[in-house]
């Protein structure tokens, strides 16, 4: 499956964005989706993922309750919907996708498949 992020932008303190990914492929619908986050000189980080049944996981609680990811399979996107952005929420985010068969979550490390990231940059 191939993946293009996009909705990136320069936003202010409070504002919201949403970002979408788009994917090829016929087997979306099996996948699970996830973005991930590099702020600058920071390692990426895990921000949540979406299982092919909808439910939701989130990893870091920096995001809870400010960020929601949603799919649509029938429009082969993931989207991540992110509400009163702080600064620190600035970095290129990525999607991501792993063929997952399974009602379990996959661990951050398994997914394979990557977006080429969009910036995101939050002004104070």
């Known amino acids: 499956v191939q993946l293009q992020a996009s909705g990136g932008g320069l936003v202010q303190t409070g504002g919201s964005l949403r970002l979408s990914c788009a994917a090829s492929?016929?087997?979306?619908?099996?996948?699970?989706m996830g973005w991930f986050r590099q702020a600058p000189g920071k390692e990426r980080e895990f921000v949540g993922a979406?299982?092919?049944?909808?439910?939701?996981?989130y990893d870091t609680d920096s995001v809870k309750g400010r960020f929601t990811i949603s799919r649509d399979n029938a429009k082969n996107t993931v989207y991540l919907q992110m509400n009163s952005l702080k600064p620190e929420d600035t970095a290129v985010y990525y999607c991501?996708?792993?063929?997952?068969?399974?009602?379990?979550?996959?661990?951050?490390?398994?997914?394979?498949?990557w977006g080429q990231g969009t910036l995101v940059t939050v002004s104070s």
């Open positions: 991501a996708g792993v063929l997952w068969l399974t009602t379990t979550w996959p661990a951050p490390g398994r997914f394979n498949y």
């Open positions: 979406i299982h092919w049944s909808g439910a939701t996981t």
């Open positions: 492929g016929r087997t979306f619908s099996e996948y699970v």
